[in-house]
């Protein structure tokens, strides 16, 4: 079997259940660990998938900020397809040693380099109980109260406060640093919905950081 249709058949099985709760943001998300641990049940139940994952990381300075660089490699004897992801590690707030820090950011920039490599969106799911329900008062008057997803930009605004209050910084600053991520992460962006959509996601990415410290 070719490399692409391995990567391919595999990026279609990575259905990823989230496996950990973020009680400040309110959602779930999941984890780099839950999501390597979904490829290996892919693997060994699919005889036709010889793949395995590496990772490297490393330490880089961009414009005078430390960064964590996760770089996840998919390889199989016929290719392999890469992806990475950058995490500026935060200040020390909360009396952590540079270890802590450290690690803490390598979790984040691995999960979405392991988002980016199978394609995994980070997005909210109908069946949250934090998700935004129709009510018998609302204009469509539904009968069943089906569950209405907010707008992208309602889920950002709402992560951007969370993040605030989390992170204990200010709005400028936050967005200085939801701007350069999603620049790093995603350079090939074009329209706004989809920097918007990323942005949600290093939203989710910080709070989930933070509050794991």
Same mark, same amino acid.
Do not use: C
């Given at each position: 079997?070719?490399?692409?249709?391995?990567?391919?058949?595999?990026?279609?099985?990575?259905?990823?259940? #989230?496996?950990?709760? /973020?009680?400040?943001?309110?959602?779930?998300?999941? &984890?780099?660990?839950?999501?390597? !641990?979904?490829? %290996? $049940?892919?693997?060994?139940?699919?005889?036709?998938?010889?793949?395995?994952?590496?990772?490297?990381?490393?330490?880089?300075?961009?414009?005078?900020?430390?960064?964590?660089?996760?770089?996840?490699?998919?390889?199989?004897?016929?290719?392999?397809?890469?992806?990475?992801?950058?995490?500026?590690?935060?200040?020390?707030?909360?009396?952590?040693?540079?270890?802590?820090?450290?690690?803490?950011?390598?979790?984040?920039?691995? #999960?979405?380099?392991? /988002?980016?490599?199978?394609?995994?969106?980070?997005? &909210?799911?109908?069946?949250?109980? !934090?998700?935004? %329900? $129709?009510?018998?008062?609302?204009?469509?008057?539904?009968?069943?109260?089906?569950?209405?997803?907010?707008?992208?930009?309602?889920?950002?605004?709402?992560?951007?406060?969370?993040?605030?209050?989390?992170?204990?910084?200010?709005?400028?600053?936050?967005?200085?640093?939801?701007?350069?991520?999603?620049?790093?992460?995603?350079?090939?962006?074009?329209?706004?919905?989809?920097?918007?959509?990323?942005?949600?996601?290093?939203? #989710?990415?910080?709070?989930?950081?933070?509050?794991?410290?």
């Amino acid at each position: 079997m070719a490399f692409d249709e391995i990567f391919m058949k595999i990026q279609s099985l990575m259905i990823v259940p #989230k496996d950990k709760r /973020n009680d400040f943001g309110r959602y779930d998300y999941r &984890t780099a660990e839950g999501i390597k !641990n979904k490829l %290996r $049940e892919v693997i060994n139940e699919n005889e036709d998938l010889k793949a395995h994952l590496t990772e490297t990381t490393e330490i880089v300075v961009i414009d005078g900020w430390k960064y964590v660089k996760a770089t996840e490699i998919l390889e199989t004897p016929n290719g392999k397809h890469e992806v990475s992801a950058f995490a500026r590690e935060t200040e020390n707030k909360k009396g952590m040693d540079q270890a802590q820090i450290t690690g803490s950011s390598t979790s984040y920039a691995r #999960k979405y380099a392991l /988002n980016g490599l199978f394609a995994i969106g980070d997005e &909210t799911d109908p069946d949250d109980p !934090n998700y935004p %329900r $129709e009510t018998n008062n609302t204009r469509n008057n539904t009968r069943n109260n089906r569950p209405q997803k907010p707008t992208p930009i309602d889920e950002y605004n709402q992560l951007f406060n969370r993040a605030l209050k989390a992170l204990g910084t200010d709005k400028a600053t936050l967005q200085a640093q939801v701007t350069e991520q999603v620049g790093k992460m995603f350079p090939n962006d074009t329209s706004s919905i989809d920097k918007l959509k990323h942005g949600i996601m290093i939203l #989710k990415g910080l709070i989930e950081n933070e509050v794991n410290k």
